[in-house]
């Protein structure tokens, strides 16, 4: 709003887009147009690894394209439910997440996200992938495949994996998703 501006209020019809404004996410109100899936975009360049690891899951988990358009996935803004999410994706028994030492600061990420109602399944039901990028090109090493695997857990170096977190957190506010809204994730290069 402008310094000193004072608000119109009109009767007439609005013949311009659908607008939502709220306060609900994030530390600001705010406006998005409405009419369009909300996305969450995670660029190869920024965040390597992690974001190679989720085009993986999306072109190859047998729930097939979870996380495009016509298979949003769900945002749970419940931060215990993450925790716990990530803690039977990660570190649950009977197979706990095993750092590999061929992986610079090696982190285990999850797909679907701790921070989605998909998210959470059991690791030892994910199958385990390495992304890697060697010369320039990316390639996926299979650690454990899991017939039928609903999910995947990626060695990733930490930075990439919080950063792809970070900006799944941003994208949240920008797009302005709100607790149980679909949303697609969107790999660029």
Known sequence: ???????????????GPSLRCDGQVGLYPGCIVTGHRAQATISKSLYGAAAVAYEWARNNLTNGRLGTEKKP????????????????SCE????????DPSVRDDSC???????SREGGTIGSMCTEIIPRNVGGVWSVTVVRDE???????????????????GQLGRDVQSERILDGEAYQVVITP
């Not at 649950?92 to 750092?99: D, E, T, W």
């Not at 990420?109 to 921070?115: R, T, V």
């Not at 017939?147 to 977190?165: L, Q, S």
Request: proline share 12%.
């Open 1 to 15: 709003m402008s310094t000193g501006a004072n608000p119109v209020t009109s009767s007439q019809n609005w013949a």
């Open 73 to 88: 996935l769900t945002r749970d803004a419940d931060d215990k439910m993450a925790d716990k999410r990530r803690y039977y």
């Open 92 to 99: 649950a028994p009977p197979r706990p997440f095993v750092g």
């Open 109 to 115: 990420d999850d797909f679907p996200f701790a921070k």
């Open 147 to 165: 017939p039928a695997a609903p999910c995947i857990r990626a060695h990733v170096p930490k930075d990439e994996n919080t950063g792809a977190g």
